[in-house]
C-alpha cells in the first residue's frame, strides 16, 4: 500500500512536466503554420509587381506603333497629289469646257486653243461652208478631249492672229494632234517657227495617206493649207520625204528645196546645203 501511494505521487508530480513539455512542442511546432502563411503573402507580393510593370510597360510600347501610322500617311497623301497637279515638264493643265470644231477648243477660264501644226476641215467658218470630213474631224475631237483635263505644251509662238493659244494638246498621254492627222481626220499644216513636231506630224500624215484613212479616202483632194499660206509665198508644199530623210532629187527647183531648208530644217538634217552656205540644191534650176 505504501509502496502504491508513492507510485502515484511519482506519478503526480510527473504528469504536470509531461503536460509542459507537450505544450512546448505544440507551441514550438504552431509557429511553423505561421511562417508558412507569413511566406503565402511575400509569395503573393512578387505577382502582384509583375502585373504593374507589366501594365506600365505596355503603353510604351504601344505608342511607338500608334504614332508611326499618324505621321506616314500624310506625305504619302501630299506626294500623291503634288503628282498630280504638278504639270509635265514644259506643259501646263486645263480643262476643257467646249469643243469649237477639228482643231480648235476652249478651256476654263474663256481662252480657245488652236492645236498647232495641223487643220481639220471647216465646219463652223462664218464665210465657208462645211467642208468633206468636218463633222467626223470636231466629232473626233470631241471623244478625244471634250469634259477632260488635257495638257497643253508650247512652241515658240504663244497666240495667232485670232489670240488663240497656239500649243500641241495630250491626253492621256498621247497627242492629240498627232491622233487627229494619223486617223485622217487632219491634214499637217505647219507654220514656222512652230515646227517642234513637224516631222512626227509628218510621219502621220504619210502613214494616213498610204491607208486612205479618214478625209484621204473619203474626200476628192484638196489643196493642202500648207500651200495656201505658205511662208514666204511661192505655193510650196512639204513633201512626203520630210518625214525619213529628203535629198536634192526630190525637189525640182532650187526655190522648193530653199523653202523647205529655211522654213523646215534650220539644222540642216536632210543635208540640203552640202557645203553649209545657207544654199540649199544649188545644183538645181
Avoid at 5 to 26: N, Q, R
Wanted: aromatic share 6%; net charge negative.
Amino acid at each position: 500500500m505504501k509502496r502504491f501511494l508513492t507510485l502515484v505521487l511519482f506519478l503526480m508530480l510527473l504528469l504536470p512536466g509531461m503536460t509542459l513539455v507537450a505544450c512546448e512542442e505544440e507551441e514550438q511546432a504552431t509557429p511553423t503554420p505561421l511562417a508558412t502563411a507569413t511566406a503565402a503573402p511575400e509569395a503573393t507580393s512578387t505577382p502582384t509587381v509583375s502585373p504593374t510593370a507589366a501594365t506600365t510597360t505596355a503603353p510604351q510600347a504601344t505608342a511607338p506603333p500608334g504614332a508611326t501610322p499618324e505621321a506616314t500617311p500624310t506625305p504619302a497623301i501630299t506626294a500623291t497629289l503634288e503628282a498630280t497637279l504638278s504639270p509635265t515638264s514644259g506643259r501646263v493643265q486645263a480643262l476643257v469646257i467646249r469643243v469649237i470644231d477639228g482643231d480648235t477648243i476652249e478651256i476654263e477660264g474663256g481662252l480657245k486653243v488652236r492645236y498647232i501644226g495641223i487643220d481639220t476641215p471647216e465646219t463652223v467658218h462664218p464665210s465657208k461652208p462645211v467642208e468633206c470630213y468636218g463633222q467626223e474631224a470636231s466629232a473626233r475631237n470631241k471623244q478625244l478631249v471634250e469634259g477632260k483635263v488635257v495638257e497643253l505644251e508650247k512652241d515658240v509662238s504663244e497666240t495667232d492672229r485670232y489670240d488663240r493659244l497656239l500649243r500641241y494638246v495630250y491626253v492621256d498621254g498621247q497627242m492629240v494632234n498627232e491622233l487627229l492627222v494619223r486617223g485622217g481626220y487632219a491634214q499637217v499644216s505647219t507654220y514656222p517657227p512652230d515646227v517642234k513636231y513637224v516631222d512626227l506630224l509628218l510621219a502621220a500624215q504619210q502613214e494616213a495617206q498610204g491607208a486612205n484613212r479618214g478625209l484621204w479616202g473619203a474626200c476628192v483632194a484638196q489643196p493642202s493649207s500648207t500651200e495656201e499660206a505658205a511662208p514666204q509665198g511661192g505655193g510650196f508644199t512639204v513633201p512626203p520625204c520630210a518625214a525619213t530623210d529628203c535629198d536634192c532629187k526630190d525637189f525640182t527647183s532650187h526655190a522648193h528645196a530653199q523653202w523647205l531648208y529655211e522654213n523646215y530644217d534650220p539644222g540642216n538634217r536632210h543635208r540640203l546645203d552640202g557645203d553649209n552656205d545657207g544654199i540649199a540644191c544649188e545644183s538645181l534650176p
